[in-house]
């Protein structure tokens, strides 16, 4: 319940804010502080790698099930080093080389070498994603342990829906935005299904 309200709000919130008020400028205040929630999310996925390594509840997959976290984790931080451009706009220090010369906003990342082709891959990551999802969640039964863990569920299909909306606006920054709630909801219901025991994280427990 709390992930469908929670997304839902923020979902809607961000389209009504988009339709009042009109599009956040790119690289604008909105963006510098929001996407500081990718390094947060991050951080909980860290916190559920111990939650897995001090659980009696696993057997087989304590190990895959940390590396998986911790890759989603590396990815988080990753999205989000991009986002500061490796801190360059944190410490305010000048790009070089080939981000000077061929990086399309002068920084230091990479996403930027690529400008020109977010207005197709952002409707392609969206709505393909979206659609991978739904496939999961009403034609696929008896999944694995692991899927049912690290799939994103049911409850958030309306922020998945509103993203992959946004998403066909091209290099857009509400479907950031979005992506960044989506990360937050995400990390935080992989450390509470791992942490409650009144929670079924769908993982293997030892048998008595």
């Not at 502080?33 to 304590?62: C, G, H, Q, Y």
């Not at 082709?117 to 969640?137: A, E, H, K, R």
């Not at 999944?143 to 066909?168: E, G, K, R, W």
Request: net charge negative; aromatic share 20%; hydrophobic share 50%.
């Amino acid at each position: 319940m709390f992930l469908f309200v929670s997304g839902t709000f923020f979902g809607t919130l961000l389209q009504l804010f988009f339709i009042i008020n009109g599009e956040p400028q790119q690289e604008g205040f909105m963006e510098h502080i929001s996407e500081w929630i990718l390094l947060f999310s991050a951080f909980v996925m860290l916190i559920s790698t111990l939650k897995v390594s001090t659980s009696p509840n696993f057997r087989d997959s304590r190990k895959i099930t940390v590396l998986l976290i911790l890759a989603i984790a590396a990815g988080l931080f990753f999205l989000f080093g991009e986002e500061i451009s490796w801190g360059q706009r944190v410490f305010g220090f000048e790009s070089f080389g080939i981000f000077k010369q061929y990086n399309y906003q002068h920084e230091t990342n990479l996403h930027n070498f690529f400008n020109p082709m977010f207005t197709l891959l952002y409707p392609l990551v969206g709505m393909s994603s979206f659609v991978i999802f739904c496939i999961f969640w009403f034609f696929k039964k008896g999944q694995s342990d692991l899927i049912d863990l690290f799939l994103p569920p049911p409850s958030l299909f309306f922020l998945t829906f509103i993203m992959a909306c946004t998403a066909y606006m091209g290099h857009s920054e509400i479907y950031e935005e979005l992506v960044y709630v989506f990360a937050l909801l995400y990390s935080i219901r992989i450390l509470v299904c791992l942490s409650s025991p009144k929670i079924d994280p769908g993982i293997q427990t030892p048998t008595s």
